[in-house]
């Protein structure tokens, strides 16, 4: 039997995303759930997810989701909010800055811890998992950055580290540096396949999770339309979202994992 962790990394985006996510993770159809608690929603969504989570017990992973860019999320440290208002950079920027080791380490730091504090004030549990929004965690100096927040958090527990590449030098290297620090890195997977069409997406899942080691990490984006995302979101985008919401709340997807003896871990 082949164990895989089905996760979504996105909570706090959308109540039409979130309430699809607590579905599904209640359902046993996602076993991994990353919130992002710099989104304008964490405070009024953090409780629905709470109760989720005491419901599920330890049957999946309740995490969170870095984002130092991006949009729909702004800073949550006091100093990040000084300089640079209710804005973050973009992905591009902080790869420029990495590239040019002109990172504001210190700064990005804070902002690291800060965003684990108000995860586990409010959810009041360490995080299982962390995850950095956009893939940034691939910078070797940004995974160090997080890396020394999680280490001054000082969990009782050392969470699992999600990693944003697949086989290779740099997923070599972040498990390498991770295991310095004690922690453990999911190896990345090939995402669920995104198309609209229902048919389409269960036959690609048929052979989805061939080849892929143990207790890889397979990223998804299921979700139910809302007024919020329809204003921020394409319409290509939201019905992949919804397409897969179907697909892994189907009793044939359920068929599909037990055909292939695949474990949602």
Request: overall charge positive; aromatic content about 6%; some cysteine.
């Amino acid at each position: 039997m082949k164990r895989i962790t089905l996760g979504a990394l996105d909570y706090g985006l959308a109540f039409g995303v979130d309430r699809a996510l607590r579905e599904l993770v209640e359902r046993g159809r996602l076993s991994a759930l990353g919130a992002m608690v710099a989104t304008e929603l964490w405070p009024r969504e953090f409780r629905p997810l709470q109760e989720t989570a005491e419901k599920v017990g330890k049957r999946a992973l309740f995490g969170v989701t870095l984002a130092f860019s991006g949009d729909r999320v702004s800073p949550v440290s006091a100093r990040m909010q000084e300089i640079y208002g209710d804005r973050m950079f973009t992905r591009e920027q902080l790869q420029r800055r990495a590239l040019l080791r002109l990172l504001p380490d210190q700064l990005l730091q804070e902002e690291a811890q800060a965003q684990l504090a108000r995860y586990s004030v409010l959810m009041k549990r360490q995080p299982d998992f962390v995850a950095v929004r956009e893939g940034l965690l691939e910078r070797t100096s940004l995974a160090r950055i997080v890396l020394k927040a999680i280490e001054h958090a000082d969990y009782p527990e050392p969470p699992l580290l999600i990693s944003p590449v697949q086989s290779g030098l740099k997923a070599v290297r972040l498990a390498r540096l991770a295991k310095a620090h004690g922690l453990k890195l999911l190896p990345k997977a090939d995402p669920l396949p995104e198309t609209e069409d229902q048919e389409a997406l269960h036959a690609l899942l048929h052979n989805h999770f061939d080849g892929m080691s143990d207790l890889s990490f397979v990223a998804a984006i299921p979700g139910r339309s809302d007024d919020r995302l329809r204003r921020d979101e394409p319409r290509r985008k939201i019905a992949i979202r919804e397409c897969q919401f179907e697909v892994l709340s189907s009793q044939r997807f359920f068929q599909t994992l037990e055909k292939k003896d695949v474990f949602l871990n």
